[in-house]
């Protein structure tokens, strides 16, 4: 059955030293990568709703998907609310250390407080508050507003930078081609397409009435999947009626509670920005790290190609299963979770995580939130996916 059924139905080294180093290092790094994984799900789409539905003309599920498809929306600026639950244990700033550490690895220099791939890592647990700009491809901005800091990362043709005013820090790197965008998400369109992907046969697509939106009037886009098994229970999309952009988005778990994410503008304005939004030149006085070109996934682009799996360890991504059930596997080449003396001054982390289980794989251990989970058999294998324990199990069944 197609998704939109009716006007009112419609519906992811050279040495041996080398190779081992970075496969011990996703032993531990692929537990926090769960967390990368969600802050995909943030980006800068939504926000918080006025009170009111207003009365706007009727409208079909397919005729909105294909609004938003269209929307040619390139300027926007606005503070954007994110609110994240992903039901993770108290991680004291770890798996921020734990991805810049593994981003230093893997770019073979020193880290930096202001180095996107670590910092964004932030948007994963907990309340924050967002100021957006966007200018077309060639230039976007966002600033997470913090206690008497900030810290922002700008998009300006080929230059992306990275500060962090607390420590005076800046992080420099390049984009390969001037127009393309950077590892900072830009609009909330950007997100929105994302969530759409998963628009298939196994998906319900509903228009689910209107919404008042930063001061804006919505149609709200209700996408839920047909398949069981998934954690993912709704996705809620509310979108200008003007400018078809997507100003509003929460992700609701299937297994109830409040949601897992619930990101929107408080206050936003189509305007063009001024020029000076995107300009930046280190302070006297900062720290400046050279990083490399924007070619490798972070937090914002957790999903490697085969060539960046391959170059940090694995043996390149497969998927198991379809629609909101499919489940990406790698091989890290390691030994699996270490437990023990082994696991150090992790232990109690990957712990506080780590649900043990056995099957005909073997063993191993599922690290849980309230939307990715994920398995890491005891011979190296990684099976992670919105799905449930029972469906991760499964799926490494079927390949062991």
Same mark, same amino acid.
């Given at each position: 059955m197609a998704p939109y059924?009716?006007?009112?139905?419609?519906?992811?080294? @050279?040495?041996?030293?080398?190779?081992?180093?970075?496969?011990?290092?996703?032993?531990? #790094? #692929?537990?926090?990568?769960?967390?990368?994984?969600?802050?995909?799900?943030?980006?800068?789409v939504p926000a918080l709703a006025d009170s009111g539905s207003p009365d706007l003309p009727k409208i079909s599920a397919e005729q909105l998907v294909q609004h938003i498809a269209e929307s040619d929306t390139e300027q926007l600026s606005g503070t954007v609310r994110v609110n994240t639950d992903l039901g993770l244990p108290d991680l004291g700033g770890l798996e921020s250390g734990l991805l810049a550490g593994a981003a230093q690895d893997g770019a073979g220099g020193e880290g930096s407080a202001a180095d996107p791939s670590a910092r964004l890592t932030e948007l994963a647990s907990g309340t924050h508050t967002l100021r957006v700009a966007a200018d077309g491809p060639d230039r976007q901005k966002?600033?997470?507003?913090? *206690?008497?800091? @900030?810290?922002? #990362?700008?998009?300006?043709?080929?230059?992306?930078?990275?500060?962090?005013?607390?420590?005076?820090?800046?992080?420099?790197?390049?984009?390969?081609?001037?127009?393309?965008?950077?590892?900072?998400?830009?609009?909330?369109k950007d997100f929105a397409e994302q969530a759409l992907k998963a628009v298939d046969d196994t998906t319900s697509v509903t228009v689910d009435g209107t919404a008042r939106v930063a001061g804006r009037d919505t149609y709200k886009l209700l996408i839920k999947p047909k398949q069981s098994g998934t954690t993912v229970g709704a996705i809620s999309i509310a979108v200008d009626a003007k400018t078809w952009t997507p100003l509003k988005f929460t992700l609701t778990p299937a297994g109830g509670g409040a949601a897992v994410v619930d990101v929107g503008f408080?206050?936003?304005?189509?305007?063009?920005?001024?020029?000076?939004?995107? *300009?930046?030149?280190?302070?006297?006085?900062?720290? #400046?790290?050279?990083?490399?070109?924007?070619?490798?996934?972070?937090?914002?682009?957790?999903?490697?190609?085969?060539?960046?799996?391959?170059?940090?360890?694995?043996?390149?991504?497969?998927?198991?299963?379809?629609?909101?059930?499919?489940? $990406?596997?790698?091989?890290?080449?390691?030994?699996?979770?270490?437990?023990?003396?082994?696991?150090?001054?992790?232990?109690?982390?990957? *712990?506080?995580?780590?649900?043990?289980?056995?099957?005909?794989?073997?063993?191993?251990?599922?690290?849980?939130?309230?939307?990715?989970?994920?398995?890491?058999? @005891? *011979?190296?294998?990684?099976?992670?996916?919105?799905?449930? @324990?029972?469906?991760?199990?499964? $799926? $490494?069944?079927?390949?062991?």
């Open positions: 059924e009716s006007d009112e139905s419609t519906t992811a080294a @050279e040495s041996d030293d080398q190779r081992a180093g970075r496969r011990r290092a996703a032993r531990y #790094v #692929v537990p926090v990568a769960v967390t990368g994984v969600a802050v995909a799900t943030i980006g800068l966002v600033s997470l507003l913090q *206690d008497a800091a @900030e810290y922002s #990362v700008i998009h300006n043709g080929k230059d992306v930078w990275g500060y962090d005013s607390k420590s005076n820090e800046v992080y420099h790197s390049t984009t390969a081609e001037s127009g393309k965008a950077a590892d900072v998400p830009a609009t909330p408080t206050q936003v304005s189509f305007a063009r920005p001024a020029a000076s939004t995107f *300009d930046f030149a280190p302070p006297k006085g900062a720290k #400046v790290t050279q990083g490399d070109s924007h070619e490798h996934p972070t937090a914002a682009q957790p999903f490697e190609t085969e060539e960046d799996a391959a170059a940090r360890g694995t043996e390149g991504m497969n998927t198991i299963g379809e629609g909101w059930n499919a489940i $990406a596997t790698f091989d890290t080449g390691g030994e699996g979770i270490p437990s023990g003396e082994e696991a150090g001054d992790f232990g109690g982390f990957l *712990d506080s995580l780590g649900d043990h289980v056995s099957g005909k794989f073997g063993s191993g251990t599922v690290f849980e939130t309230r939307l990715i989970n994920a398995l890491i058999t @005891e *011979d190296g294998k990684v099976y992670v996916g919105a799905v449930t @324990e029972d469906a991760l199990v499964k $799926a $490494a069944e079927s390949r062991g």
